[in-house]
């Protein structure tokens, strides 16, 4: 069994930076995809960044050129680097990891951008 645990969200204004880490751990042999979503109150989650399994990365339109998704495969851990935060950007962020039996997801992180 999978386990992640998200850190590192908070209040900040627009136009400042926030960096997500998420640390795996239990399975993570069976792990082929790495990643983050986001769900906004009365929204659907969706996918923010991720690590496809052969090492490419994508992410979604609204945040190009504005977050990075990088990890650590000694330590299992995955980041996500915010930078340029916008209000809309405001949410609660889900690490996710896929195997080919299930996918698996933190308790997710809420990351406010206010003034």
């Known amino acids: 069994q999978v386990q992640l645990v998200e850190s590192g969200g908070g209040l900040v204004q627009p136009g400042g930076s926030l960096r997500l880490s998420c640390a795996a751990s239990?399975?993570?042999?069976?792990?082929?995809?790495t990643g983050w979503y986001r769900q906004a109150p009365g929204k659907q989650r969706e996918l923010v960044a991720m690590f496809s399994s052969g090492g490419t990365t994508n992410y979604a339109d609204s945040v190009k050129g504005r977050f990075t998704i990088s990890r650590d495969n000694v330590n299992y851990t995955v980041y996500l680097q915010m930078n340029s935060l916008k209000p809309e950007d405001t949410a609660v962020y889900y690490c996710?990891?896929?195997?080919?039996?299930?996918?698996?997801w933190g308790q997710g992180t809420q990351v406010t951008v206010s003034s």
């Open positions: 239990g399975g993570i042999a069976s792990i082929y995809a």
């Open positions: 996710n990891a896929r195997s080919f039996r299930e996918w698996y």
